[in-house]
């Protein structure tokens, strides 16, 4: 892969819009070479309510992440998250019309069509992600990654991410419309699991949750792959509207208030303990407890957690007895509340961390993008770089000639055909030998019937010619022979007779005494 490939990720979010600017360094992670945010003000749960400010927002954003980095940004990876966001699970399967052949990555594509046109949405819904479970091969099931096995019947259970067109075509058209191209769509809870799960989560099972300030995000991954999704359709920000109008203050104040003092926790604060907050130019700072803040917060957390609790329920019953044992990660900007993992191993029965998104990073990065509200955008970033990467179908075939992809066939394989190669050691001579030995045999096992059938009558017109030549050389033999001598018998006297009857009684005589 080049190293002046760039990536692009913009998360258009309820509260703020994020662009950064990532590219892939030798060592494999991830710089981010340019960051740029700016306040969200026409989104409001994940959805664009006034075009005209998010275009602003957008711009104000991209020109702050281009004067970091010093390159212009013509293309973005674009987040969607929201209620217009659903997901669904469907099952189909293909025919194969030759199950001598082996399953490549056309049969894949091949089922992944026929199943995004039998996928249940109407004419105002478009499938954003059409993401494999399992496979199943004639009657063997569990399969992973069917590609390279033999069969006729390929079946596979897909998980489904379908979005309304509408809101769709509003982010498409705010992104066109700050003169950017763009280059994709994501779903923000698969890409903040992309910057803050490590593999062996991902392959235990593991539930993320995105406490973003519109909208609250799910996902369970297992065995690397994405089992389940759900969008909750509130999160941060309702939480700041109930300070703001439980403690009668400015948002502002009420979203400083929930940063620096707020706790998922009422026990943690006492009752002495007030914060003094000001209200209005001109009128005396609001004293507020400590301990009434964080009632405030656990009441609405509480409500978030049973929730979540309810999707978890919904994913036990898709997949029952299906452990997740690497637990709950949280990101977002919400995982930032005091004794918030705490809360979750309480109200989840799991276990809990904090998602950071620096996991992928350089050491350039890993100290300052450290914050959990920045896991959507960096994800984004992974994303995009890794559809830039080459795929395996791409790179040269290292045992073809001439980047020819080898055939398989079950046609001609016997044990003839299973000759063991020499070491390296073995003389050079030796493996021209066998390997033209092999070539021969291959070839001839490798005929068609119809092939096969004219060199049986080759074969029949050759035997009777070798007949005839084998008859006028014994003919022609029998002419160069020269007349056989007569000789005379030889005449035995009597006198030798005699003495071999003799000779013979004898010893008959010996035996039987």
Not at 93 to 116: A, G, S
Not at 132 to 150: F, H, N, R, S, T
Not at 482 to 491: E, I, N
Request: glycine share 8%; proline share 4%.
């Amino acid at each position: 892969m080049k190293n002046d490939m760039l990536s692009v990720g913009l998360d258009i979010g309820t509260t703020k819009v994020v662009v950064m600017v990532g590219r892939r360094k030798e060592d494999s992670t991830v710089e981010i070479i340019g960051v740029g945010q700016s306040p969200s003000t026409g989104v409001s749960k994940g959805a664009i309510q006034n075009i005209s400010k998010t275009i602003s927002a957008i711009r104000q954003a991209v020109e702050m992440a281009e004067e970091a980095s010093g390159v212009k940004i013509n293309e973005v990876t674009v987040g969607i998250a929201g209620q217009y966001i659903r997901s669904a699970r469907q099952t189909d399967y293909i025919t194969r019309p030759n199950p001598e052949r082996v399953i490549d990555q056309d049969d894949l594509d091949r089922l992944r069509v026929q199943v995004e046109k039998a996928a249940p949405h109407s004419e105002h819904e478009q499938i954003i992600h059409v993401l494999p479970q399992e496979y199943k091969v004639d009657a063997e099931g569990g399969i992973l990654e069917p590609i390279g096995m033999y069969g006729q019947r390929l079946e596979a259970t897909f998980h489904i991410v379908i979005g309304q067109v509408a809101p769709l075509l509003n982010v498409k058209r705010c992104v066109e419309g700050a003169g950017l191209k763009l280059a994709g769509l994501k779903l923000e809870p698969i890409a903040s699991s992309d910057s803050t799960l490590t593999e062996e989560e991902k392959e235990a099972g593991v539930v993320l949750v995105d406490i973003g300030g519109g909208t609250t995000d799910l996902v369970i991954v297992r065995d690397n792959l994405v089992r389940y999704s759900a969008v909750i359709p509130y999160g941060g920000k309702v939480l700041t509207n109930d300070i703001k109008d439980a403690c009668a203050i400015l948002s502002r104040y009420a979203e400083k208030l929930k940063k620096e003092f707020g706790s998922t926790w009422p026990g943690a604060n006492l009752d002495t303990d007030i914060v003094s907050i000001p209200v209005i130019q001109g009128l005396p700072p609001k004293e507020i407890s400590a301990k009434t803040l964080s009632r405030i917060i656990h009441a609405r957390m509480d409500e978030l957690l049973d929730d979540i609790n309810s999707e978890l329920a919904n994913y036990r019953q898709v997949e029952p007895g299906k452990s997740l044992i690497a637990g709950v990660v949280i990101t977002g900007g919400g995982a930032l509340l005091k004794h918030m993992p705490q809360f979750v191993i309480f109200k989840t029965q799991m276990s809990c961390r904090i998602g950071y998104p620096n996991i992928y990073l350089s050491d350039e990065n890993r100290e300052c993008l450290t914050s959990p509200m920045y896991s959507t955008c960096i994800g984004l970033v992974l994303n995009g770089l890794k559809d830039m990467e080459p795929s395996a179908d791409e790179e040269e075939d290292e045992t073809s000639v001439g980047g020819a992809v080898a055939e398989y066939s079950l046609q001609g394989i016997g044990e003839k055909d299973a000759v063991e190669l020499p070491l390296e050691d073995v003389i050079p001579a030796i493996k021209v030998n066998v390997a033209a030995k092999t070539a021969d045999e291959d070839a001839y096992s490798y005929q068609s019937d119809e092939e096969i059938m004219k060199m049986d009558a080759v074969a029949e017109d050759s035997e009777e010619d070798i007949e005839k030549y084998i008859r006028a050389s014994e003919a022609q033999q029998q002419e160069k022979q020269p007349d056989p001598v007569k000789t005379k018998p030889v005449k035995k006297t009597k006198q030798g007779w005699d003495k071999r009857i003799e000779k013979t009684i004898y010893d008959f005589l010996k035996k039987i005494e």
